[in-house]
């Protein structure tokens, strides 16, 4: 992959964090040589740090914020996270490392990674070329496959979730939205981010539903299409504009945006985009063999039909409002003062 060819280990500058938070110099457990902040977010941070029991091998540690230690619901699904983790075993899937002996807080520990985010790739230089965005899309397929034999739905799938290596390997991150078929449903509630994020969340998690493999099937068409398009599906001027806009419409066709890409990958992409779950790929496996060979795939017209729906939907929100907002004033009287005038000529 040309696009992926001399990516730089590159991750976004980020403070320790206050009272409490872990520090560069600081040993963890007797264990964990902490180095440096790799990230942080709005519920934990990342670090680099040396095991001083494994010859010094850099590896990853993600450590919740000390206010969301205590929080039951929180720590259920970090702790979940962690299960799903350290049972699966793939090239393309962060590799999770299990650590015997007990644990001073919560933390999770993973292979360290070289390169930078798939997020961050495409901020530098999106669009990328059909070719690239294909070939890391089949092999996000290869990873789901994976995921979705082992009964695990990732839920979560977005670039900042894909980390480009510096050796032109990608890995699969963050398990911590995943479900998976043989562990209890974690309760959501309100607007949150354990939701998912608004610009790659499939219609039916905006409607609240659990979501199966054909979530992550969608999610990875909204990647493909930002890939090919520099831009998401959908926009707006808030999260919940954008996640109506994937409920009641469809994204713009592809090739509107970019001509140079070729009426297959539009196809395929906006197969994966489809509103209904049943109507996507069947499975990533089947998303992933169109991607490898893209060029034996059938122009169905989708893309048309798609146009005409969201330009139908459009117009109809744009000018319905306006129209019966002029037109209910107007209506009204006129109706009244016609059934009075009625009802008096019959009397």
């Known amino acids: 992959m040309a696009c992926c060819a001399n990516v730089v280990d590159f991750h976004p500058a980020a403070n320790a964090g206050g009272a409490g938070a872990l520090q560069p110099g600081e040993i963890l457990d007797e264990r964990f040589l902490i180095t440096e902040v790799i990230s942080r977010s709005g519920m934990a941070m990342i670090f680099r740090a040396q095991d001083l029991h494994d010859g010094n091998a850099d590896v990853a540690l993600k450590v919740p914020h000390m206010e969301y230690e205590s929080d039951p619901g929180f720590s259920t699904r970090f702790q979940r996270e962690e299960e799903i983790g350290l049972r699966l075993n793939h090239p393309y899937v962060l590799r999770f490392i299990p650590i015997s002996t007990p644990k001073s807080r919560p933390y999770i520990v993973t292979e360290y990674l070289r390169g930078c985010t798939l997020a961050h790739l495409l901020s530098a230089m999106a669009p990328i070329s059909e070719a690239d965005a294909l070939r890391i899309g089949e092999l996000l397929c290869e990873a789901l496959a994976y995921l979705h034999s082992q009964g695990v ?3 979560d799938l977005k670039p900042h979730n894909v980390m480009v290596g510096c050796d032109g390997t990608i890995r699969l991150l963050d398990f911590g939205l995943a479900s998976s078929t ?3 449903r974690v ?3 309100g607007l949150t981010p354990a939701m ?3 610009d790659y969340m499939a219609p039916e998690q905006v409607k609240g539903k659990r979501g199966d ?3 992550d099937i969608y999610s990875l068409g909204a990647m493909l299409y930002e890939m090919l398009t520099g831009k998401p599906p959908f926009e707006g001027d808030s999260p919940l504009a954008v996640m109506n806009a994937r409920v009641v419409g469809d994204p713009e066709p592809l090739r509107a945006l970019n001509p140079s890409v070729s009426r297959q990958a539009e ?3 906006h197969h994966a985009l489809e509103r209904e779950p049943r109507s996507r790929h069947p499975s990533a ?3 992933g063999a169109e991607l490898g060979r893209s060029s034996e795939v059938s122009v169905t017209g989708r893309c048309e039909r798609l146009d005409e729906v969201s330009t139908t939907r459009v117009l109809l929100r744009r000018y319905f409002w306006p129209i019966l907002a002029f037109t209910v004033p107007v209506a009204v009287p006129v109706s009244v003062a016609l059934w009075l005038f009625l009802f008096s000529g019959a009397h």
Request: glycine residues 4%; positive net charge.
């Open 153 to 155: 739905v990732h839920r």
């Open 182 to 184: 043989d562990m209890r």
């Open 187 to 189: 309760t959501f509630c």
């Open 196 to 198: 998912g994020t608004p």
């Open 213 to 215: 493999a054909r979530t």
């Open 267 to 269: 196809e395929i992409v």
């Open 285 to 287: 496996r089947a998303l």
